[in-house]
């Protein structure tokens, strides 16, 4: 598939927010032409999010699970087949593909771990994958700067969030806790 990059989750199909997203782009473009806007390059920020105070008060480990989508589809499954795509298709990730998948998927997990704070029963678990998450998204900065340089993601780097990602799935969930 050269040229075109495949879809994360593996089945092949595009999203159609990315499409419109080009579409926008491509008519910001024109209109910038004619001299009325201007584009402007894409910024990620450039600190983690943080824990944050919240009236959501303690939240089950179900919830985390559901949060996690059928077969995990948009949660640690996602980041780690995100993560894996970078290291079996070196030099394809784009600055497009951080700014609008990668980081907007783990800041999502981050975002909901930061408001959903666990009970006792999960709170090690939640501190664990929150933490691997700030890992990885650290990994992704560092290589969004390479990126935005004109190179390539680096592939140590890349080997390194893969290794994370996958790191992620493998914390024990707590034995009992719903």
């Known amino acids: 598939m050269s040229g075109t990059r495949r879809d994360k989750r593996g089945d092949g ?3 159609a ?3 419109a997203v080009i579409l926008m782009l491509g008519i910001g473009g024109v209109t910038a032409a004619c001299g009325s806007i201007a584009a402007s390059p894409s910024t990620a920020p450039t600190t983690s999010p943080s824990p944050s105070s919240t009236s959501a008060g303690p939240t089950s480990f179900a919830d985390w ?4 989508g059928f077969g995990g589809s948009s949660g640690l499954q996602q980041v780690a087949r995100s993560a894996d795509y970078v290291v079996e298709h070196p030099g394809e990730e784009t600055l497009f593909s951080i700014d609008e998948e990668d980081l907007p998927t783990i800041d999502g997990l981050l975002k909901w771990l930061d ?3 666990a009970t006792e029963c999960w709170s090690d678990y ?3 994958v929150r933490a691997g998450l700030v890992g990885v998204r650290d990994g992704y900065l560092k290589a969004r700067e390479a990126v935005v340089a004109g190179a390539t993601f680096p592939s140590e780097l890349a080997a390194t ?3 994370l ?3 992620l799935l493998t914390i024990a969930a ?3 806790c719903e």
């Open 65 to 68: 699970m559901t949060r996690q």
């Open 13 to 15: 199909r595009r999203h």
């Open 126 to 128: 939640h501190a664990a």
């Open 17 to 19: 927010g990315r499409t």
């Open 165 to 167: 990602a996958q790191g």
């Open 115 to 117: 408001s959903h704070p």
């Open 174 to 176: 707590p034995p009992g």
């Open 161 to 163: 969030n893969a290794e």
